[in-house]
C-alpha cells in the first residue's frame, strides 16, 4: 500500500526495455546521440510545435530552474503559487539559477493561482523605477501541488495575465501527463496555445528513471538555456540514456496511459474516502494526488496494516485522541492498482 | 515644503565641516585612516560594546545586504516584513549579495512584524530536510517603513522568537536614531541588550552626505564580512570622508538630536493633520514619517502650494472627485522647521 | 574504431542488469533508497574510510562543482591546472556553484600540476588584505586531461603544499578507477592518505550510464554539500536507480577490471603508434587515452576507414600537406577490445 | 613625502568646494537631482558622445564591476591583463557581479596586454559548444597598474582585436584622465573612436572625494545597468554629491590639469631616479606611477626620512644586505609638488 508518492513507484517495463535495447555500441555523447533527434521530433509533433527547442534533463528541479533562468533576470520577481514546487520544495533552486530573483507567492484554492491575485499582484507591484524587482515572469503548475488540475482555459487565463505586461510563462509540468489526462485537452493547448512559452514536461514520476523534457516553445532563447544547463552540470554525457526514456515514454501515447491509470486510482481513492464515515477530501482530488482528512484512528489502522503515506503538511506527530482528525496526502502511481486502493479505503474504514 | 523623504534633504553644517578638515594631506586608504579607529571607539562606547566590529559603506543597502550575506546562506530564508526596505525596495540586492536566499514574508500593522505571525510562520516553515529553504535570519527594521516605531521590548520579543530557532537577527536601523529617540531607549538596549547580532545603523537620512555603519556584534564574523564588502564594491578608498561623517554623526549626540527634530516635526504634522476635517491619519507616526488619507482636494492645494511628497503607495494619478480620499506619505527631515510644518497644514486646510 | 571519448560508450551488462533488478516495487525517494545505505557502506570500505560522508550525482560536472563549493567560498582561489576539465570543460560550473571562486591556472607537463608552480603560485599570491580573492583549495585530476596518472606520493606532495596554507584538497577523480588500475595504489592511498579532503568519484567513464559518487572525507561539510546538491538540481528522486549503479561498479572489483581493460587498450594502442614511421606520442599515454601526432595521412586513412576520434585541440581543419603532423586524442573505454585498437593501428600505418 | 598611493591624497579644494555649495535646501534623490543632468551633458560634450548613458558611484571596482556585468553573461570569458586591477584587486568583485564568469589572464610588459597574446588567446579558446565559457569581453585598463599608458591606436588595436569576435570591450579608466594628459588624445578618441563601449572614468584617484563615472556609449544596455547598479547598493540616495563631484572635477578641465600636474611629477621623479646610481626604472612610467628597483640602503634612507610607499609587489621584509635591489612602486598624486619628489630623490641618492 504505497502511496507515499509517485517518485517511489518504479519506472515502467517498457521504459526498462528502451534503456535496455539503448545500450548497444557506441553512440555520441552530450545530447548528440541520434535518440535525442527523434525525441526532438516526437515533441514537436506531440505538442504540435515544429519549431520548439526541446532539451533533456535529469531531474524536475533543474527541468524548473535552468527554464526560468533563461526567461527571467537576476532582478526579476516570478510569480507563482504560494504552495508551487518552486516555491516551496527546490530548497531555492530558482533563486540559485536566476542569480536572486524573487519568487512572490499568489494564493488560491488548492495551489491553483486564483486570477484575481494574480492580476491584482502584479498591478499593485510598486514599480518605481529601479528601487523593486521587475515584473518578470509567471510559473504555473499543473497539476499542482494539491492535486488540482487547471483547464486549458484556466491556463489561458493566468497566461493573458501575464500577457498584460509583457510577461513570459512557465509551466511546471511534472504531472502534465496527469493533467492533460484529466482534462482530455491536448498537449498543445494546455500549453503554448494557451500562452505557455517555456514547460518542464516531467516524465520521472509518471514511469521514467530519471528524464525530463524542457520544451522551449519560442526557440530564441535556446543557446542561453543550453549554457545554462551545461554550466549547471546538467547535460548528462551518456544522453542516450535520457532519450531513450523520453522516446518510450512518448510512443503510442504511454505517457498518458500511464496518467490515466494514475488518475483513475486517485479518483478511486477520492471516492472510496469521501465515503467513509468522519473523513473529507482536502481539495478537487482532480488526478492522482489526494488530499483527505481523517481521524487519527483511521491512519492508525492504515498505517499498521502497512501504508505508506505522509501527513499534509509536516510529519506524523505524537499520539493523539482517536478522533483527532488529521489531514494527509495520499500519491496513486502509474503502478497503483485497484486492489491496492481497496486495501488502504478497507484498512481506513475498518 | 519638502516631505518627500529624508533623502532629500542635505548634509548637517557639522558633517560639512568634518569633511572640509578632513581634507587634510594624506591619509592610508581603505579604511585603515585613523579617524576609522575614532569611529570604532565612538560606536563601541555609544553601544556600550567592546567587542563589536564596525565598518562603513555608502548606503543602506549595502549595509543591508552585506550583513545579511554575512549571517545567512545562499539556502536561508530570511523573515522580514512584508513592506520592508530590503523586501520592497532594494531590487533584490538581498538576493544579489546572499547568493539567491529567500525573503518571506512576515505580516502586521504599521509595518511591525506581529511576533504571532513571525512566530507561527517561523513554526510552520515546512522543515524535511534539504527539500526547503533553511530558516536563515530575522531581520527588523526601526523606525519601520511606515513610520512605526518598536519599542527594545518589542525587539526583545521578535529577537527571543528567532532565538528558539537560533537564528540570528538582523536590524535594519536605516532610521535608529529616530527610533531611538521616540523611545528614549539607549542604543544597546535597542539593539543588542534585545537580541540584534547585526546592525545597520542609518547616517544619511539624518544629516550626512552618505555614510551608513555596520555594527557586527558578534565579531567572529568580520572577516567575511570585510571581503563581501570588498567584493561589493563597497570599500571605499578615500575611506576618511566616511569616518569624518561618522565622527561628526555622533559628536555630543548630534544624530540623536537631528532625529528629536525630525520626529519632533513628524509628531507637529501628525498633529496637525489629525485636525483637519475629512482627514485621518494612517498608522502612528510615531517617529519622522507620516502617512494619512487627505481628500483630493486637500492634496490639490498642498501641491499647488508648493509642496513635495508622495502618494502611498504608488503615484499621483490623473484627476478624480474632490472628495476622493488618497493616502500620502510625509517625511519630515532633521532640518524640518516648525514653519514648513504649519505651511503644509495650512495648505491642506486651507 | 570508437576512440572518440569513453562518453560514448556504453555501460557494462552487469550495470544494466543492476539497473532492471531495481526496478522492482516502490522504494523511498531521494536517497532514502536502502540501496544508498550499501553505497555507502561499500565505498566506506573500498576507501577505508569509515566517517566519510557519500552522495550520488549523475553528472561529473555535479560533482566537480557541487564538491567545491561545499569547501571554498564565493572570494577563494582555487588552484588548477590551466588543462583541467573544471577549468575548461565545464562553462564555469565550479564559478556558477561556488558564487564566483576564480580558477587559477597552474601548469605543468601533460596537465599535471607541477609541484613547483604549485608552490610558487601559492607563496606568490599577493596577499593584502581583502584586495584580492583569498587562497581557497587545490584540484587535482587524476588521470589528468592529458592522460597523465599521478602517482599516490605526488597527490601527497600536492597535497602537502596546500597543507602549509591550509587549503584544502579536492581531486577530480573521474576517472579514478584508471589512475589507480595504472598505479596499484589503494583507494586510500590515492585519496584520503596522500590528503585528499573531498573526492569526485567517477563512473560514467567507466561502464555506468550516469552516476559519480562525492566522497567527504571530513564529514564536516556533508550538510551542506547535502542542500547545495539540492539546490543545484542534482538530488534524484528515484535515487535508487544511481545506487545500483554505483553498487555493481564497485561489486568484486568491477569498477578496476575495467579500468584496467581501458588502460590496457591504451597501452597497446600507444605502443603500437610509437612504433609508427612519423608518428610520435604526446605526453606519458598512462591510463586510458593517447594523445599523438601522426602525418595528415595517416588520419585520413583511419578516418577513411571509419574510425571516430578528435584532432586535439580543436577540430578537423581543412586540407593540408599529407606530410602535415596533427596531433589527435584516442580514447580506450572499458570495452574497447585489442582487435579495435589493432584495426586502428592498422589504418594509421597502412 | 606621500608616494604610497593616489588614494591616499585628499581632495582638491574646488570639489570641496563643490560639495559645500551642493549642501543647500532639498534636491530629488537617486539620481535625480539636476546636477546630474549636468553631469550627463557635460561628459557627453567632453567625450563627443551625444547619445552615452551617464551614471555615477562611489568606488572604482563598483564602476568596473557593475560595466561588465551589464556587457556580459555569466558564462562569458573576461579578457584582461594578468596584472590588471579586476584580475588582482577587487577580490572577485567581477566574478560576483557577472554571476561567475571567467577572467582569462594576457599577458604582455607593463601590465599592457600583448595584442599577438590577446589575439592567439582569443583564436586558441577552445570553443566546442557549451563545454568552455563563452567568449565574452575584452577589458583594458588605461593607465595600466603598472603605469603604462595605451595610446589611442594601441586601444584601437586590441578593441579590432576583440571585434573580430563581436566582443565588447571595457575600459577601466580609474586613471584616464593621466591616460590622456600623456598622450594629448581626446576623450572620445581614446575611448568610443578606438572602440571602447563601456568606460570606467575615474576621479577619486585624481583629487575627488569618492566618485567615478560610467559612460555606456551604446546606451542599449542603460536600463540593465541602473537595476544593477542599485541592486549591487550603489545608487546613492543622496546623489547630489557625487554629481558636483563630477561637474568640479569635469569644470575647466580641472581632471587634466590634476593630472598633469601628477604625471609631471611622475616623471620628475622617474629621471630622477634614473640617474641614481644603482636603481633602475622598471617600465616606462608613462604617467604618475613609477615602479623601480633601488638598493635596500636607498630603500632605508627615504623610509628613515618619513617617505611613504610599497615595494611591489608584496611588502616590506626584514633587513638583508645594503646592496640587495628591491622593487617599489611610488605614485604622485595631483597634488604632489615637485619639492616633494626632490626631497624623496635626495634621500634615495643620499
Known amino acids: 500500500m504505497q502511496f507515499a508518492s509517485d517518485n517511489s513507484s518504479g ?70 503559487h504560494r504552495h508551487s514546487h518552486i516555491m516551496e520544495d527546490e530548497c531555492g533552486a530558482p533563486e540559485f539559477y536566476t542569480g536572486g530573483a524573487k ?42 501541488e494539491m492535486g488540482a488540475v487547471y483547464g486549458a482555459d484556466e491556463v489561458a487565463g493566468l497566461c493573458a495575465i501575464a500577457r498584460e505586461w509583457n510577461l513570459p510563462c512557465h509551466m511546471d ?22 500562452g505557455i512559452d517555456v514547460l518542464s514536461l516531467g516524465g520521472t514520476k509518471n514511469g521514467l528513471i530519471g528524464a525530463e523534457a524542457v520544451v522551449i516553445f519560442d526557440p530564441g532563447k535556446s543557446w542561453e538555456f543550453e549554457l545554462r544547463r551545461k554550466r549547471g552540470g546538467h547535460l548528462l554525457s551518456k544522453h542516450r540514456y535520457l532519450s531513450a526514456q523520453m522516446l518510450a515514454y512518448l510512443e503510442d501515447g504511454l505517457w498518458l496511459r500511464l496518467a490515466r491509470t494514475a488518475n483513475a486510482a ?58 483527532q482528525p488529521l489531514c494527509a496526502r495520499m500519491v496513486c502511481s502509474w503502478c497503483t492498482s485497484d486492489a491496492e486502493v481497496d486495501r488502504l479505503l478497507d484498512a481506513f474504514g475498518n
Open 11 to 80: 519506472a515502467h517495463p517498457a521504459v526498462i526495455d528502451a534503456i535496455v535495447r539503448a545500450n548497444e555500441g557506441f553512440t555520441p555523447s552530450y545530447g548528440a546521440d541520434p535518440a535525442m533527434d527523434r525525441v526532438r521530433e516526437r515533441i514537436r509533433d506531440v505538442f504540435e510545435a515544429p519549431d520548439a527547442a526541446v532539451y533533456l534533463v535529469a531531474t524536475g528541479t533543474a527541468a524548473n530552474a535552468v527554464s526560468l533562468s533563461a526567461v527571467c533576470s537576476p532582478w526579476s520577481a516570478v510569480y507563482c
Open 103 to 144: 519568487l512572490v507567492p499568489i494564493y488560491g484554492e488548492a495551489a491553483k493561482m486564483d486570477p484575481a491575485c494574480l492580476s491584482e499582484t502584479l498591478r499593485a507591484a510598486v514599480h518605481v523605477g529601479v528601487h523593486n524587482v521587475q515584473r518578470g515572469a509567471v510559473s504555473i503548475t499543473n497539476v499542482t
Open 173 to 194: 509540468g511534472a504531472r502534465l501527463a496527469n493533467a492533460l489526462a484529466a482534462t482530455d485537452s491536448s498537449p498543445a493547448e494546455m500549453t503554448w496555445k494557451a
Open 266 to 323: 486517485g479518483a478511486r481513492l477520492a471516492r472510496g474516502i469521501a465515503a467513509i464515515e468522519g473523513a473529507s477530501l482536502v481539495g478537487p482530488a482532480d488526478a492522482n494526488m489526494v488530499f483527505a482528512v481523517l481521524p487519527r484512528s483511521a491512519h492508525r489502522r492504515a498505517l499498521d496494516a502497512g501504508a505508506v503515506y505522509y501527513p499534509w503538511p509536516g510529519a506524523w506527530r505524537e499520539d493523539g485522541p482517536d478522533d
